[in-house]
Structures are given as C-alpha cells and as structure tokens.
C-alpha cells in the first residue's frame, strides 16, 4: 500500500528550528519526486520545496529559500525538510506529496499533514 | 511563475445539481493540469491528472477539460460527500503552482 506519514511537527517560538520527516512505504524514493506542500491556517496550498527522485535536483518557494533545506535518506525511503529561523508565518501544516511523472506530474499521492505552530 | 486564478471562490448548489469550477493559468500550460479535492481536516486528493484524466477510483460524475490557458472542472449528480474545497494546480512548470481554491457546499 502506498502511503506517505510526516512527522515532526510542533509549537516552537519565531528564530528556532524543526525538522520535519516524510516515510514513504509501498514505493521507492528512487523513483519519484517529492515536494512539501503548506497550508496556513483557512488558507490555500503553498508550495514549499522539492527533491527530485535521484536527489540530484532541489528548490525552494521564495519564502522558504535560505532558511529550509530538503534532504533524503535513501535508507530509509525518507524524506526530510529542516526548516532553520522559523517566522510566525510558516505556521501551516505541512504535506509531503509525490509527483508521478506518469501521471501528467500531478501530486498523486499526500501523507496526512503535520501542523507546525510558531509562536512566542 | 504562473499565477492560476480559480473561479468562483464558493458555490451552493443542492443535491444530484451540477457545478463547474473553472482555472484560468496566466501562460499556455496545455494540459499538465491537475484538480484536487480536500476535505475539512485532510489532506487534498488527486482528482484529475493531464487535465481531463481521472484516476481509477475517482467517480465519472466528476469531468476536467480545456486546454491552453483555460480549464474547468464539472461535477454531476452532486453528492453530499462532494462538499469539499477544489483545487487546481499546474504541476509541471517551477514552481508548481496552485489556484486558490473552490469551495462548494451541497445544499
């Protein structure tokens, strides 16, 4: 079964940092790309990042870039967004999602989402 | 970066009605795009890929179409499990972008 679960979100205050983890089970990383996808509170989705499926490939929504970084561990079909100097702005939850080239690239399959608050 | 600008932001319509949502993309993206339902509290849901293609387990009653700069989504037979807001996205062009969102209540 193919499922994507996030984790790592939680309360933090504006400056500090989180990283936020991605488990893909039922495919392999190797194959697919994966981006994480926000959604601030009563709001639509914003792209956040991506990493493309031989990790060789990576880039940054404008408010992200400079202070997030997306990585992957191969091993444990994971993927990871460390998100550095957090702003009361990025609190959202946040989504995983893989991008199936075989499908017109269209995000076809979504972990549940882990919510980021930052507050002080 | 290619805006996409979603039309209307809410519809009402009642049950076994019909509505249609459309996306507009600021450039030519011809058909890499997609439309995603999300329902209050989970994650969105891929609808609709290259866009007028459903995947196997969405229902028939929901048609994407257009080409080029202007799309729309129909529902038929509208259920009360389609209340939901909808999405469309080009994902294919950096950044993928997405629209702002249709929320459709079922009377």
């Known amino acids: 079964q193919v499922q994507l679960v996030e984790s790592g979100g939680g309360v933090v205050q504006p400056g500090t940092s989180l990283r936020l983890s991605c488990v893909a089970s039922?495919?392999?990383?190797?194959?697919?790309?994966v981006h994480w996808v926000r959604q601030a509170p009563g709001k639509g989705l914003e792209w956040v990042a991506f990493?493309?499926?031989?990790?060789?490939?990576?880039d940054y929504g404008d408010s992200t870039r400079g202070r997030f970084t997306i990585s992957r561990d191969i091993s444990k079909n994971t993927v990871y967004l460390q998100m550095n100097r957090l702003r009361v702005e990025d609190t959202a939850v946040y989504y995983c999602?893989?991008?199936?080239?075989?499908?017109?690239?269209?995000?076809?399959?979504w972990g549940q989402g882990t919510m980021v608050v930052v507050s002080s | 970066d290619i805006q996409m600008t979603q039309s209307p932001s809410f519809v009402s319509a009642s049950v076994g009605g019909s509505v249609t949502i459309t996306c507009r993309a600021s450039?030519?993206?011809?058909?890499?795009l997609a439309w995603y339902q999300q329902k209050p509290g989970r994650a969105p849901n891929l609808l609709i890929y290259?866009?007028?293609s459903l995947p196997i387990v969405v229902p028939s009653r929901f048609r994407g179409s257009g080409s080029g700069r202007d799309f729309t989504l129909t529902i038929s037979s509208l259920q009360p499990e389609d209340s939901a807001t909808y999405y469309c996205?080009?994902?294919?062009?950096?950044?993928?972008?997405f629209g702002g969102g249709t929320k459709v209540e079922i009377k």
């Open positions: 999602a893989r991008q199936n080239s075989g499908n017109y690239d269209a995000f076809d399959e």
């Open positions: 290259g866009a007028s």
């Open positions: 039922g495919f392999t990383l190797k194959s697919y790309d």
């Open positions: 990493i493309s499926y031989d990790g060789t490939k990576k």
């Open positions: 996205q080009q994902p294919n062009t950096f950044p993928p972008t």
């Open positions: 450039q030519d993206i011809g058909t890499w």
